[in-house]
């Protein structure tokens, strides 16, 4: 009865010490994970080392707080004997997960993508934001604002449209078909004016361009069957607003035909040549 009193004190000791070891390896990782914080970015490469981190002080605390139990001592005796068969056993049960690490490590750098940009994954026919990674995965922001959890060695292996890798600029087409019997010099004209007049725009001309071209180009995209159709480009600093700033010059552009008696052409226009 004595001894199993003290084997059951000694085992409160021990677990007593064991709790102490995980109170400290959570205020290390905490800390840590706030001074990489500090210290570093908010990129890909900062935040995927930031888990790393977290996870090699996790995983070293466990263990360390296991070896304050005696009984710990045989089943690593019983470990290390059987760790020929252990390794390959968990070898298997792992490939996945270490693939994705190693996945992870690879994307951090090389850096096809940084956090906030927006990106669409051509094969898996995902468009979003990139938000988070860590040694398993990526998560992608949509903008539904729902998250797509992507394993590393799946995006790894993606075909990548990065809107932002390198040169954040954006454009979108700005369609427009108008009758033939418009006056199609105004049209082209004011759709250069309500673009180029846009606060987002962004002239993109180098410096020795802009001195013989226009800021904003209208072009004569086809001669349709129902009117002349013109082309011209939006240009913003980000995608981000692009779209918003297409819509508002799009409206502005049709407002203004509006006014001046431009009319849009449509498959009841009568074709004059016709």
């Known amino acids: ?18 709790a102490v070891v995980l109170l400290v390896t959570m205020v290390v990782a905490k800390g840590t994970v706030l001074v990489w914080r500090a210290l570093g970015r908010n990129t890909v490469h900062h935040i995927f080392v930031k888990n790393l981190l977290r996870v090699a002080i996790w995983t070293i605390g466990l263990l360390v707080a296991l070896t304050r139990f ?7 005796m019983a470990v290390v004997a059987g760790s020929g068969i252990l390794a390959i056993m968990i ?9 994705n690490a190693f996945n992870g490590i690879f994307l951090s750098i090389s850096k096809p993508f940084e956090v906030g940009d927006r990106i669409h994954l051509v094969n898996a026919d995902i468009t979003g934001f990139i938000e988070d990674i860590s040694i ?5 922001r949509t903008f539904t604002n729902s998250r797509i959890i992507v394993p590393n060695s799946v995006i790894n292996k993606e075909l990548i449209e990065n809107s932002n890798f390198c040169n954040p600029q954006a454009s979108s087409f700005i369609d427009v078909t108008v009758t033939y019997g418009s006056d199609l010099e105004r049209a082209m004209a004011i759709m250069a004016e309500v673009i180029g007049n846009h606060p987002d725009f ?26 002349v159709e013109l082309r011209a480009s939006m240009w913003t600093a980000t995608v981000t607003n692009n779209f918003a700033a297409s819509s508002s010059v799009r409206m502005a552009i049709f407002y203004q035909f509006s006014e001046e008696g431009i009319k ?7 074709d004059p040549r016709v």
Do not use: C
Request: zero cysteines.
């Open 1 to 18: 009865m004595l001894y199993n009193f003290l084997n059951s004190d000694y085992l409160i000791w021990e677990a007593a010490r064991a």
């Open 70 to 76: 005696s009984q710990f001592d045989d089943a690593l």
């Open 91 to 99: 070898g298997l049960a792992a490939q996945e997960s270490l693939g």
């Open 136 to 140: 398993r995965h990526t998560v992608v």
């Open 202 to 227: 962004i002239d993109t001309r180098a410096p020795e361009i802009a001195k013989i071209a226009p800021k904003v180009p209208v072009f004569v995209r086809n001669l349709g069957l129902f009117g």
């Open 264 to 270: 849009f052409a449509s498959s009841n226009t009568i």
